[in-house]
């Protein structure tokens, strides 16, 4: 499925969170593409995300209470953050409070959309299968909760990162309550998006503004 830089809303389109977080620099990342070369970096980068779509999957079909079975041919990385997530759900109440999995919320209001890993009361969870929790990762997260709660709840909603790591099978959970500087800061960045790329994208003048 193409991944659209933007969601449409009433014949509108507003840009994806995690593409206008694609404009933050990453002199780490960039320096480990130039070491290896651009078509291995681009080769590992379409694994890591086929990795990522297929643990999404995994655990959105266990949380909507289907059984999950991984095959043989399951790469090591995939059983590794499953397995650290089970774990990380042997710990959590049963049964969960869920408001909702994988859903987009988009906003005229705020003028962006995403699509949270999981949204609970006054709760927002991303899983992150990577081997650190990064600024970019808490910026996406905190900029999902004004699409989802009200501004008079925001001093109550927590915000939760959980690391899923890919070769030993553990996990990394840090919870956080919303920063609404933060926020500000993804808003910030979200102007520079739109003043590089808003007009290619179509995206209406009043949700550039």
């Not at 501004?151 to 899923?164: E, G, M, Q, S, T």
């Not at 070769?167 to 609404?180: C, H, K, R």
């Not at 500087?181 to 290619?200: C, P, Q």
Request: proline share 6%.
């Amino acid at each position: 499925m193409a991944d659209f830089p933007y969601y449409e809303l009433d014949g509108r389109r507003y840009p994806r969170l995690h593409h206008i977080l694609d404009i933050l620099d990453k002199p780490q990342l960039d320096a480990w593409r130039k070491c290896i070369g651009e078509e291995a970096s681009e080769e590992i980068s379409r694994s890591t995300q086929a990795i990522g779509n297929k643990l999404d999957f995994l655990i959105v079909t266990a949380l909507t209470g289907h059984a999950v079975t991984l095959t043989r041919a399951a790469k090591p990385e995939l059983v590794s953050a499953w397995t650290g997530w089970q774990r990380w759900r042997t710990l959590q109440p049963d049964p969960f409070e869920i408001t909702s999995i994988q859903r987009p919320y988009v906003s005229a209001l705020y003028g962006y959309g995403a699509t949270p890993d999981f949204v609970q009361p006054l709760m927002v969870t991303d899983w992150k299968a990577t081997n650190r929790i990064r600024q970019e990762n808490w910026i996406q997260v905190h900029a999902e909760v004004p699409l989802i709660f009200h501004v008079a709840v925001w001093p109550a909603v927590k915000v939760r990162i959980v690391r899923l790591d890919k070769t030993f099978a553990e996990f990394e959970e840090v919870i956080q309550p919303f920063n609404q500087n933060i926020w500000e800061t993804f808003m910030a960045l979200k102007r520079v998006y739109l003043d590089w790329f808003g007009s290619a994208l179509r995206i209406p003048q009043e949700v550039m503004a």
